[in-house]
Nanobody, 117 residues
Framework: QVQLVESGGGLVRAGGSLRLSCSAS??????????MGWYREAPGKQRELVAL???????NYGDSVKGRFTISRDNAKNTVYLQMSSLKPEDTAVYYC?????????WGQGTQVTVSS
């Protein structure tokens, strides 16, 4: 089992920035090979990809966040980050950390991000 704990959500004004963190713990065979990333779910909408490391070092981003959000990882700390800039009210959602290891999917509890206009 892998546990994921997110932090860093909150309330910010449009145009502002926030950084989310997600720390992984538990039975981790090799953090560097784990798929790690972020999804979000807004009220009344389906959960969508924000940013994700799959294989390799180049992450994938959702179209709506490209150029504004940056995902990074610290393999020594088993942690992945999401730097969010130029935030918009439509970025308001619960942000979930995601990990995949040996065909098992894991989710964090979610952290609320609210962007006011």
């Amino acid at each position: 089992q892998v546990q994921l704990v997110e932090s860093g959500g909150g309330l910010v004004r449009a145009g502002g920035s926030l950084r989310l963190s997600c720390s992984a713990s538990g039975t981790i065979f090799s953090f560097i090979t784990m798929a790690m990333g972020w999804y979000r779910e807004a009220p009344g909408k389906q959960r969508e990809l924000v940013a994700l490391f799959t294989s390799g070092i180049t992450p994938n981003y959702g179209d709506s966040v490209k150029g504004r959000f940056t995902i990074s990882r610290d393999n020594a700390k088993n942690t992945v980050y999401l730097q969010m800039s130029s935030l918009k009210p439509e970025d308001t959602a619960v942000y979930y950390c995601y990990a995949r290891q040996r065909a098992m999917n894991y989710w964090g509890q979610g952290t609320q991000v609210t962007v006011s206009s």
